[in-house]
């Protein structure tokens, strides 16, 4: 904390810029704590109880449930809940458990969580009644694209960088191909693709659930970005790591499994993360195909003429939920880099 303010004033261009953002703190900060805090109404029945010159934080509490869950039916929701919880659960059980039990722990959470959860959110069996894609949204379902994209990129990731090094012409050509096409266009062009033109292309009869398509689509399109984090990972690595690994005579794919990838991956950290979080602030473009994540969530019943005008506490809402979430993976992932790079270093 020292060394903090002792650069705020170790040159005098930073006595300046020091000067300037607390004058300019100080003309902003005092009127929005007495509009966001001092004079806010945060508890009401109805918004007639707030004023317009103050935030109505009542309108987050009143619509809470439904920027949480979206139109899920009521009676269901404590399924969201448990299959939610579920991969938190075990997520957390790698910090606690003993070694030996960590990659269990982490492969459970990876592929078979994904399934229980489909199964809790879905339903149609164990006597679950079915719940449509369609009813899903809210800040649930931005979890789901978010979490199944990413989780599933990373190996796509890690084939398309091994492709793309690859000594065979046929299987790096196809995987150069496929990461430059995807990294050349936009991501809410591959969403209307994937939502309006894909139907097209189908035989008459075959429908294939627009949730289920959003979510292949993020998850190719994240999957080429991936591949070049990775590439840049493998690059890293030292040229004699290779040799001695093949001296030893290990294979091509003990080579990558047990000696390469996880250097790569451990170098790949920072710009994995980087693109978690790109990723997860990205699936708020959903909203343009019509799935009601949190932010459609929130500008519809923004709509709603019992709430209408207090759009700005519900984006400041919106704000606050995706910085928890971006602030909770970037500590996350420097605490990682650490852990790991003391094991190499010990």
Request: contains cysteine; charged residues 15%; glycine residues 6%.
């Amino acid at each position: 904390m020292r060394e903090f303010f002792k650069n705020l004033i170790s040159s005098p261009s930073n006595i300046i810029l020091s000067l300037f953002w607390i004058l300019l703190l100080s003309i902003v900060l005092p009127p929005f704590i007495q509009w966001a805090v001092l004079d806010a109404v945060f508890v009401a029945d109805s918004s007639a109880q707030c004023s317009r010159d103050a935030a109505c934080w009542a309108f987050i509490y009143a619509r809470f449930d439904d920027f949480i869950f979206g139109r899920y039916p009521d009676p269901e929701r404590w399924r969201v809940v448990i299959g939610l919880l579920l991969p938190v659960i075990l997520f957390l059980g790698t910090f606690v458990t003993a070694s030996k039990y960590k990659i269990k722990y982490a492969l459970s959470c990876l592929f078979i969580c994904p399934i229980v959860s489909f199964i809790f959110f879905y339903g149609g069996i164990f006597s679950l009644e079915i719940v449509d894609t369609r009813l899903w949204g809210g800040l649930f379902l931005t979890i789901v694209i978010a979490s199944s994209s990413i989780a599933f990129a990373l190996p796509i990731g890690i084939i398309l960088a091994l492709g793309r090094r690859s000594s065979y012409p046929v299987i790096s050509i196809l995987s150069i191909t496929f990461i430059e096409v995807s990294r050349s266009i936009p991501m809410i062009t591959v969403l209307f693709v994937a939502s309006i033109m894909f139907p097209f292309f189908v035989p008459e009869g075959v429908e294939v659930d627009k949730l289920l398509r959003t979510i292949i689509a993020v998850t190719l399109f994240a999957g080429a970005y991936m591949a070049e984090v990775i590439r840049g990972g493998l690059q890293a690595v030292p040229k004699g790591q290779y040799e001695a690994s093949t001296a030893m005579g290990h294979g091509y794919w003990q080579v990558f499994g047990l000696v390469i990838l996880p250097q790569a991956l451990k170098i790949s950290i920072p710009g994995i993360v980087n693109l978690f979080i790109g990723f997860f602030k990205d699936t708020t473009l959903v909203l343009v195909i019509g799935l009601f994540d949190l932010l459609n969530m929130v500008s519809t019943t923004t709509a709603d003429p019992e709430w209408f005008g207090y759009a700005i506490e519900g984006y400041i809402f919106v704000g606050f939920v995706f910085f928890v979430f971006c602030f909770s993976m970037g500590t996350y992932s420097k605490k990682l880099e650490k852990k790991l790079s003391d094991k190499i270093n010990k």
